[in-house]
C-alpha cells in the first residue's frame, strides 16, 4: 500500500461513486464517508488502490447492512429470560409483518449472530423463528436483538427488537423478597416490594414468572450491613397479579445468586361473586380441638383462598366442590391456640386467573382464650410455596436472616421452658378448663361450647329455646338460645346452662318441646357424669 496514489471503493463488483474520499496521512490510507445513508447503501463493498505497479487485488468484502426498514420485531426468552448457569434457553422472535428470515445478534465484545427462515404460527398469527441458545454461562453478559428481512434484499433489515439480557443465575446466597403491603390487595392500590440480603449485592432484580424481561436497580446499604433495592410497582392493576422472585448480583460479575423464594401477589374485585365465610366446628368439642372454616358460594368458584389478615404467610388455597347447591371448601385450623385468633376472609378465584380474586367475604373474627401451646397453621392446596412475609421494613429482613441462627442458640432454653410448662399446666389442668371462644359477625350465630358456661346476665334476656339436631344455621349439634338481638348456639353437654335451668326452667316451659328425651337428659347430665 506505500506509495498509493488513489483509492477506488466498488459495491455489488461495480466501482461506487457517491463516496466522499479524505486522503489520511501518512498516505497509505483513505477514508470514504458518506452522509446520508438509506436502504440504496445496503450491499456487499471492497476497495483497492493504485500505485506506480498497477492497481492492486480486491481487499476481503464487508457487508453494510442497512436497518429501520421495517417496524421492528419482538424478542422473548421460552421459558423464561432467567437462566440457570450452564443451562440453555430458546429465543422467540416474532413479527405480524411478513417477511422469509429472522437474523438474532448477541450483542458485547464477543459478538455473535444466527439466521433462520421464518414460519407463520397460525395460533398467533404472526411470522416467527426460534433460536436455540445452549451453554449460557456467567462468564459474560448474554443481551440480544433481533431482525427480520427478506430473502431478496438480505441487507436491508427491518429496526431492531428492544434488547433482551439474559439473567444468569448461580450459586450465592438467595436474597429475601418482602412486600410492604399485604399479599391480596385491592385494585388501584400501591404496591412496592422490597428485596435484600446480609449479602453486601451491588444490584438487584425483580422478575415476574411470565414475564418477557426483569427490572434492575442498584443496592442501597444500612448502617446494619444490609443490602436491598426497592422496586415501586405503582398502583395496583389486574397484570400485577402474578409471582415474583428477586436476584443479587455484583458489579464486577455477569452472575446472579439464587433465587429469592416466591412471592405471590392476588388481586381482588376481579368478578362479581362475594363468598361466605363461616366457622363450622366438629361434632366433639375439648380443648386443642379442631376448628373448620367453611367459605362458599351459589355462584360457580373453582377454588377458594383462606387469607388471616396481616399474616406472615401465603393464603391458604383449597379446590372447590359442589355439595348441597352450593360451591364450597373448608379449612381446618387445627391444635386451637391463641396463635390463631385474628380476623379471617375467604376469596373465590377461577382456573383461568389464579392470582385474581372476587370480592371478600365478611370477616370473620376468632379470639381464642386459654393455656397457650403450640400450634401448627393447617395444612392445604397452597399456591407455589413462597417466602413467609415479615411486616415491612429492613429490621424484618434482617430477623428472617438471622432467625435460624437464633433458633439454634435458644432452642436448649426453649427445650427446659416446654418441659417446665408441660408439668406446671398439668398440675392446674384438672381445677380448671379455659375454654376456646369465638365472636363471630353480626348476624351469625355465637358459639358457646362445652365446658364453658354462657354468662348470667345472657341467660336472663332468653325468649325462646330450641334444639337443632343436625348442621344448620350453627353448623353442629347445639341448643339454640334466642335472645332479643342475637343467636347463642351452646353445646348439649354445657354444665352450666343445665344447672340454669334446673333453677329458672319453669319461666321457660313450652319452649323446649322438640328437645327429645336423650339430648334433654345429656343436657341435664353433669360433665363429670358423662366422662
Known amino acids: 500500500m506505500k506509495g498509493a496514489k488513489e483509492f477506488h471503493i466498488y459495491r455489488d463488483g461495480v466501482r461506487y461513486t457517491q463516496f466522499t474520499q479524505t486522503l489520511l496521512k501518512p498516505e497509505n ?33 464487508l457487508e453494510l447492512v442497512v436497518t429501520g426498514e421495517h417496524s421492528k420485531p419482538s424478542l422473548s426468552a421460552q421459558p423464561s429470560p432467567v437462566v440457570t448457569s450452564g443451562g440453555n434457553v430458546t429465543l422467540q422472535c416474532d413479527s405480524w409483518q411478513r417477511h422469509d428470515r429472522f437474523v438474532l445478534i448477541k450483542e458485547g465484545p464477543q459478538k455473535l449472530s444466527w439466521t433462520l427462515d421464518s414460519q407463520y404460527n397460525f ?29 431478496n434484499r438480505p441487507l436491508v433489515w427491518s429496526e431492531p427488537s428492544d434488547p433482551l439480557e439474559l439473567l444468569v443465575s448461580g450459586l450465592s446466597k438467595k436474597p429475601t423478597l418482602l412486600t410492604h403491603q399485604s399479599h391480596i390487595l385491592d385494585l388501584s392500590k400501591s404496591l412496592t416490594l422490597q428485596c435484600c440480603s446480609n449479602i453486601n449485592y451491588d444490584r438487584f432484580a425483580l422478575y415476574k414468572m411470565g414475564g418477557n424481561d426483569f427490572t434492575q436497580h442498584y443496592g442501597q446499604w444500612t448502617q446494619d450491613g444490609l443490602s436491598f433495592a426497592n422496586f415501586t410497582l405503582g398502583s395496583v392493576s389486574n397484570s400485577t397479579g402474578g409471582q415474583y422472585r428477586c436476584y443479587g448480583g455484583h458489579n464486577l460479575s455477569s452472575e446472579w445468586s439464587a433465587s429469592s423464594d416466591p412471592l405471590d401477589i392476588l388481586i381482588t374485585g376481579n368478578f362479581p361473586v362475594t363468598p361466605v365465610l363461616s366457622v363450622k ?104 410455596p413462597s417466602q413467609p412475609m415479615p411486616t415491612p421494613g429492613l429490621e424484618n429482613c434482617l430477623m428472617a436472616l ?109 319452649t323446649l318441646s322438640n328437645l327429645n328425651l336423650e339430648l334433654q337428659m345429656k343436657m341435664y347430665s353433669s360433665p363429670q357424669q358423662q366422662n
Open 29 to 61: 490510507k483513505a477514508e470514504f464517508s458518506i452522509s446520508n445513508i438509506d436502504q440504496n447503501h445496503a450491499g456487499i463493498y471492497h476497495c483497492c488502490y493504485q500505485t506506480h505497479d498497477g492497481w492492486s487485488d480486491y481487499s476481503d468484502t
Open 123 to 151: 395460533s398467533d398469527r404472526q411470522y416467527q423463528a426460534l433460536f436455540f441458545v445452549g451453554l449460557v454461562t456467567s462468564n459474560q453478559r448474554w443481551t440480544f436483538r433481533c431482525y427480520s428481512f427478506d430473502r
Open 281 to 384: 366446628l366438629n361434632s366433639t368439642v375439648h380443648p386443642g380441638y379442631y376448628v373448620t372454616l367453611l367459605c362458599w358460594s351459589r355462584n360457580p368458584v373453582d377454588t377458594f383462598i383462606l387469607y388471616k389478615e396481616g399474616k406472615v404467610h401465603q393464603p391458604q388455597r383449597q379446590k372447590a366442590m359442589f355439595q348441597d347447591s352450593q360451591y364450597q371448601a373448608e379449612f381446618t385450623l387445627s391444635t386451637v391456640t391463641s396463635a390463631v385468633s385474628g380476623s379471617y376472609r375467604c376469596y373465590g378465584s377461577q382456573n383461568s386467573s389464579l392470582y385474581l380474586l372476587s370480592y371478600a367475604s365478611a370477616p370473620v373474627e376468632l379470639i381464642i382464650s386459654g393455656p397457650t401451646e403450640a400450634s401448627s397453621l393447617p395444612t392445604s392446596k397452597s399456591l407455589p
Open 402 to 510: 438471622v432467625g435460624v441462627s437464633v433458633a439454634f442458640l435458644l432452642s436448649p432454653f426453649i427445650l427446659i421452658f416446654l418441659l417446665l410448662l408441660q408439668r406446671q399446666q398439668g398440675k392446674f389442668r384438672k381445677k380448671a378448663k379455659k375454654e376456646t371462644e369465638f365472636h363471630v359477625p353480626a348476624g351469625a350465630a355465637e358459639l358457646v361450647t362445652r365446658d364453658r358456661g354462657p354468662q348470667e346476665r345472657l341467660l336472663r334476656k332468653i325468649l325462646h329455646v330450641e334444639l337443632q339436631e343436625a348442621d344448620g344455621y350453627c353448623h353442629l349439634q347445639a341448643i339454640v338460645l334466642h335472645l332479643p338481638r342475637r343467636t347463642v348456639c351452646v353445646h348439649p353437654q354445657n354444665g352450666s346452662l343445665a344447672r340454669w335451668f334446673e333453677r329458672h326452667g319453669k319461666s321457660l316451659q313450652g
